[in-house]
């Protein structure tokens, strides 16, 4: 079946399989977030991003492989619902940036930019984009058969970035890391997973770059 990233709270859902990887999205209530399950092909290691809400729809997907680590993206509460038990019940290792540590219902190991998270034989990259949260990162994995994926929680979304609640300086900060540090990095193929909603692509959304700055959100 082809993967589309089209998923629905309490649905079905949708696995990519790359060469190495294996992505599995799926939407969580009650607020729609994305959560998303990384598996090495290889060692079957898994790596979850985000325990947004529903621990037993979460635990279920990990199943009997384990967990080593669940990277929360940013520190807002619709995105850790779930990790407290995710973590107590699998013994993964919490992750998050350093700036929103205290954030979190429980201790998480500190990340930051440049850092490397790996998926047993796969690595993902964090990459620092303030201003929806201080804190909040995106996640690169870069495919050597294929094109970039990127994990971007509420940074980046199709149709603009993320909320930064009328905050000037929030606002300039996210659109100049989303611009600098992943759209002139990265190519158009780069496809980008967000923590609500549909899927996208960096080339479907660049044309628009202008008309976010402009407008300021």
């Known amino acids: 079946m082809t993967y589309t990233g089209d998923v629905t709270p309490g649905g079905a859902p949708a696995v990519r399989e790359l060469d ?3 992505i599995t999205k799926v939407s969580v209530g009650p607020m729609d977030n994305n959560a998303y399950l990384l598996r090495c092909r290889d060692s079957g290691e898994q790596v979850l991003i985000d325990a947004a ?3 037993s729809r979460l635990l279920d997907l990990v199943g009997d492989g384990g967990l080593t680590a669940v990277v929360t993206t940013h520190r ?3 995105h850790w619902v779930a990790l407290a038990e995710v973590v107590a019940k699998t013994g993964a290792r919490p992750l998050v940036h350093a700036d929103d540590a205290e954030g979190l219902p429980i201790d998480a ?6 850092d490397t998270v790996p998926v047993g034989d796969c690595a993902l990259e964090v990459i620092h984009l303030k201003g929806h949260t201080p804190g909040s990162i995106a996640l690169l994995y870069r495919d050597p058969s ?3 994926h990127l994990f971007t929680g509420d940074s980046l979304f199709p149709g603009g970035v993320g909320n930064t609640h009328q905050d000037p300086a929030a606002f300039a900060s996210l659109i100049d890391d989303v611009e ?14 967000p923590g609500h909603g549909k899927d996208s692509t960096l080339g479907a959304e660049r044309p628009a770059l202008p008309q ?3 407008r300021g959100w």
Do not use: I, M
Request: charged fraction near 40%.
């Open 212 to 214: 976010w700055r402009a």
């Open 20 to 22: 190495r990887l294996t």
């Open 109 to 114: 190991e500190p990340l930051r930019d440049g």
């Open 146 to 148: 294929g094109v970039p």
């Open 180 to 193: 600098r540090k992943l759209f002139d990095r990265l190519p158009d193929e780069t496809w980008f997973y």
């Open 76 to 78: 807002h509460r619709d």
């Open 53 to 55: 809400n529903e621990a």
